[in-house]
């Protein structure tokens, strides 16, 4: 069988005039995908169906057809617009690692203000749009100001952007499990009866490692890939 193909190109890009034929379109691609996204913060991706929106709306379903192809061309255009903020990332005289230390903070809050958005950017197979695109200039940017060569660069993006992005995911996992220190409380007590087997991952959840909020191991772990990148550097100046 012929391998299957794979429209790499986002529908963002290309874009999509208002519907010409019909009455005249009383919405904008952009406000249905406001809507969706709203509708998506509360209820998750899964509920944003086309006949679902199209109920929101107070539109018929081939109405919206009209404007997106197919639920793929929506959910572009619901990520790029979820990325659509300034990129200020503190002023220009800033450290270049203080300034990507705010961008990777505020990568973070997209992910925790739109909890879907994680599952929406692992499932696509298109490009990026232009917003998140924008995103990453700006951190690449940022990277050559730090001394890397373009390659480097790359890599060093993807590691920080996989922390943001493993760091979401633990955020998701925590918000359907109990409270965090309850579930420490009963990991500690099923530890005791076999710390011989456990006993570093005892003593670290005695500390209260388990128990505090994870926003100090995100800044633990982007400081230590911050402070990476500047010894890699500056091994080479010596």
Known sequence: MPAKTVNVVNSVWVGKSAPTRGPKPT???GQIAQVAIRLADVEGLAAVTMQRLAR????????????????????????????????????????WNR????????????????????????SREGIMGPNELSWMEAALAMLADSGLGPKERHHAFFAIIGHVRGHATFQQIGT??????EWSRELGRMLQSESHRYPILLDVVRSGGF?????????????CILDGILVRVSRRSN
């Open 56 to 95: 929101e709306l107070d539109l018929t379903t081939m109405a919206l057809y009209r404007y997106f192809q197919a639920k793929a061309d929506l959910v572009a255009l619901m990520i790029d617009s979820a990325s659509d903020s300034p990129l200020r990332f503190g002023k220009p005289s800033l450290p």
């Open 27 to 29: 919405l904008s691609a």
């Open 99 to 122: 300034r990507l230390q705010k961008w990777a903070h505020r990568c973070l809050d997209i992910y925790t203000k739109h909890p879907w958005f994680l599952e929406a950017t692992s």
């Open 176 to 181: 359907r499990a109990k409270s965090r220190k």
């Open 211 to 223: 128990s505090e909020d994870v926003g100090g191991a995100f800044e633990f772990g982007l400081n």
